[in-house]
């Protein structure tokens, strides 16, 4: 009996030691979690470097308190070398752009890894060198461009000289920008001035080892009223492919009028902080014998999950134009190009400060505005204001601040107010106090130029109390503007370069 007391006791002891381990290896559900996996980021997917540049990558962890060993590899060790702590050395003796692969596994799991992309610039390499109307344009022109090296000179001549007849050596600046695959560049800005009106010049870059950049060119505004500009957007460029569109529209535009310049009205690119999506415009060779007038877009202000962490520094790096804001926002701009004046305003800080009244970004603006038109008076003919965000959007009023500003281009006599955005066309009737009328601003949203293929225009049969042309769906397309002392006409262009819609402005 004892005996048979003392088992019982033993398996009485054995069950309960069983179940204080599973209490305390097991939760209460009585069962152990499967083991996560560690895993590992090198905090980007992407990044650009120069020849001759290094960078160490940061690794992160997740699922574990101590780093594990990582094993890192290169897709080709002639472009890219890389040592056990993750330092990379770049190497491209090319004259384009090339790419490779960097790659952290975790040694004892190689599943488990981290891959980057980074895309090597040639050393000397010249990115983004623009040209952009200057402040007088007839007289002045903005050179703008990026480069590794901290010095450089600009030549320039006019079209019909042989050599360069003029030579400008300038420092460079570093960046503003905090890009997001770019370690640093340096940012150049001239201005060109006591040019000769209505004439063609060349220009190029030259860097202190001699190495030229391929002739670039550009044309100052006349005097005798009469010119012919392109007016296109919404590209959201990431690589020189996704400009195919836009140069179809170009060409169709060009073979149509004589142009001068080419206005654009934001989304440049499809994320401002990537550097390799600005390079698409070098890439694509589209800037080299035009001058482009950029407005700012919401894609430029990338990353803008908030006020605080929204920059235009992006696009203020990228465009050759006019520092003329005052005390405006430092985006804001203006130039006279023959007998037009331009004022190209940033219409996303006001969009962001929409909840404050009053509107910080819009006063400024509306004082800056009316000193510009008061300080040319006499100056100009007609008046275009450009922008990115639609005032109106067929007939309901877009994120513009339509309701703000029409008071304003009546009283000035605002000629077009042109705007895009909603990727969808949009003419207003003339308008003047918020009504249809005989003189007043004509607002326009125009089609987007994004993508490979041309779609077609489709007008709705029904505009609205003040549309006159839109669409309800997103097209593309673009437009050129043709000026005189009479008249400005809107021609508005689609597949193919057909003609879906026009209107001109008389003189006042």
């Given at each position: 009996?004892?005996?048979?007391?003392?088992?019982?006791?033993?398996?009485?002891?054995?069950?309960?030691?069983?179940?204080?381990?599973?209490?305390?290896?097991?939760?209460?559900?009585?069962?152990?979690?499967?083991?996560?996996?560690?895993?590992?980021?090198?905090?980007?997917?992407?990044?650009?470097?120069?020849?001759?540049?290094?960078?160490?990558?940061?690794?992160?962890?997740?699922?574990?308190d101590t780093a594990p060993d990582l094993v890192w590899t290169s897709s080709?060790?002639?472009?890219?070398?890389?040592?056990?702590?993750?330092?990379?050395?770049?190497?491209?003796?090319?004259?384009?752009?090339?790419?490779?692969?960097?790659?952290?596994?975790?040694?004892?799991?190689?599943?488990?890894?981290?891959?980057?992309?980074?895309?090597?610039?040639?050393?000397?390499?010249?990115?983004?060198?623009?040209?952009?109307?200057?402040?007088?344009?007839?007289?002045?022109?903005?050179?703008?461009?990026?480069?590794?090296?901290?010095?450089?000179?600009?030549?320039?001549?006019?079209?019909?000289?042989?050599?360069?007849?003029?030579?400008?050596?300038?420092?460079?600046?570093?960046?503003?920008?905090?890009?997001?695959?770019?370690?640093?560049?340096?940012?150049?800005?001239?201005?060109?001035?006591?040019?000769?009106?209505?004439?063609?010049?060349?220009?190029?870059?030259?860097?202190?080892?001699?190495?030229?950049?391929?002739?670039?060119?550009?044309?100052?505004?006349?005097?005798?009223?009469?010119?012919?500009?392109?007016?296109?957007?919404?590209?959201?460029?990431?690589?020189?492919?996704?400009?195919?569109?836009?140069?179809?529209?170009?060409?169709?535009?060009?073979?149509?009028?004589?142009?001068?310049?080419?206005?654009?009205?934001?989304?440049?690119?499809?994320?401002?902080?990537?550097?390799?999506?600005?390079?698409?415009?070098?890439?694509?060779?589209?800037?080299?014998?035009?001058?482009?007038?950029?407005?700012?877009?919401?894609?430029?202000?990338?990353?803008?999950?908030?006020?605080?962490?929204?920059?235009?520094?992006?696009?203020?790096?990228?465009?050759?134009?006019?520092?003329?804001?005052?005390?405006?926002?430092?985006?804001?701009?203006?130039?006279?190009?023959?007998?037009?004046?331009?004022?190209?305003?940033?219409?996303?800080?006001?969009?962001?400060?929409?909840?404050?009244?009053?509107?910080?970004?819009?006063?400024?603006?509306?004082?800056?505005?009316?000193?510009?038109?008061?300080?040319?008076?006499?100056?100009?003919?007609?008046?275009?204001?450009?922008?990115?965000?639609?005032?109106?959007?067929?007939?309901?009023?877009?994120?513009?601040?339509?309701?703000?500003?029409?008071?304003?281009?009546?009283?000035?006599?605002?000629?077009?107010?042109?705007?895009?955005?909603?990727?969808?066309?949009?003419?207003?009737?003339?308008?003047?106090?918020?009504?249809?009328?005989?003189?007043?601003?004509?607002?326009?949203?125009?089609?987007?130029?994004?993508?490979?293929?041309?779609?077609?225009?489709?007008?709705?049969?029904?505009?609205?109390?003040?549309?006159?042309?839109?669409?309800?769906?997103?097209?593309?397309?673009?437009?050129?503007?043709?000026?005189?002392?009479q008249s400005l006409t809107v021609h508005v262009i689609g597949k193919d370069?057909?003609?879906?819609?026009?209107?001109?402005?008389?003189?006042?």
């Open positions: 009996m004892k005996k048979n007391r003392l088992k019982l006791f033993a398996v009485i002891i054995l069950i309960a030691s069983v179940l204080a381990s599973c209490a305390t290896s097991a939760p209460s559900g009585g069962y152990a979690p499967p083991k996560k996996n560690i895993t590992v980021s090198l905090g980007t997917s992407s990044l650009t470097l120069i020849s001759g540049q290094s960078h160490t990558f940061s690794p992160t962890f997740k699922n574990t080709d060790q002639s472009i890219l070398s890389v040592s056990p702590d993750g330092t990379i050395t770049a190497e491209n003796t090319t004259d384009g752009n090339i790419t490779a692969t960097i790659t952290a596994a975790i040694a004892d799991n190689p599943n488990m890894k981290s891959v980057c992309t980074v895309t090597v610039f040639p050393e000397e390499k010249t990115h983004f060198l623009t040209a952009g109307p200057g402040q007088d344009a007839s007289r002045q022109t903005v050179i703008s461009w990026h480069n590794p090296q901290g010095t450089c000179t600009l030549e320039y001549t006019e079209a019909s000289g042989s050599e360069f007849t003029h030579s400008i050596a300038v420092e460079g600046e570093p960046t503003a920008s905090d890009w997001a695959d770019l370690s640093s560049i340096y940012r150049y800005n001239v201005t060109l001035t006591d040019l000769v009106p209505g004439s063609e010049y060349r220009y190029r870059v030259v860097t202190p080892d001699g190495k030229a950049t391929e002739t670039q060119s550009f044309r100052t505004a006349g005097t005798d009223g009469t010119f012919s500009f392109a007016w296109m957007s919404d590209i959201h460029a990431s690589t020189a492919a996704s400009l195919q569109n836009f140069q179809t529209l170009l060409k169709m535009a060009g073979e149509k009028a004589d142009l001068s310049f080419c206005l654009f009205t934001g989304d440049m690119v499809n994320q401002g902080k990537r550097y390799t999506y600005w390079e698409s415009w070098t890439d694509s060779k589209v800037l080299s014998d035009m001058s482009y007038a950029f407005v700012i877009g919401n894609h430029e202000y990338y990353p803008n999950n908030s006020l605080e962490t929204a920059t235009p520094s992006y696009y203020l790096d990228f465009a050759a134009r006019a520092d003329n804001h005052g005390s405006s926002i430092a985006s804001d701009y203006w130039f006279l190009y023959n007998n037009v004046l331009f004022i190209c305003l940033d219409s996303m800080a006001p969009d962001y400060a929409r909840k404050q009244s009053p509107n910080p970004y819009l006063e400024s603006q509306a004082r800056w505005f009316e000193e510009v038109i008061n300080n040319n008076a006499d100056r100009y003919e007609y008046i275009i204001v450009c922008q990115h965000f639609a005032h109106l959007d067929g007939d309901d009023e877009g994120t513009g601040f339509y309701s703000f500003w029409y008071p304003y281009f009546d009283k000035y006599g605002v000629d077009l107010a042109l705007t895009s955005d909603s990727h969808k066309y949009s003419r207003s009737k003339t308008l003047y106090n918020d009504q249809v009328s005989e003189t007043g601003t004509v607002y326009l949203t125009s089609p987007m130029s994004e993508g490979k293929e041309l779609d077609e225009i489709i007008s709705i049969d029904q505009p609205g109390r003040r549309s006159a042309f839109f669409t309800d769906k997103k097209v593309k397309g673009g437009a050129y503007i043709e000026v005189t002392p370069g057909i003609e879906y819609d026009s209107v001109t402005i008389p003189a006042k």
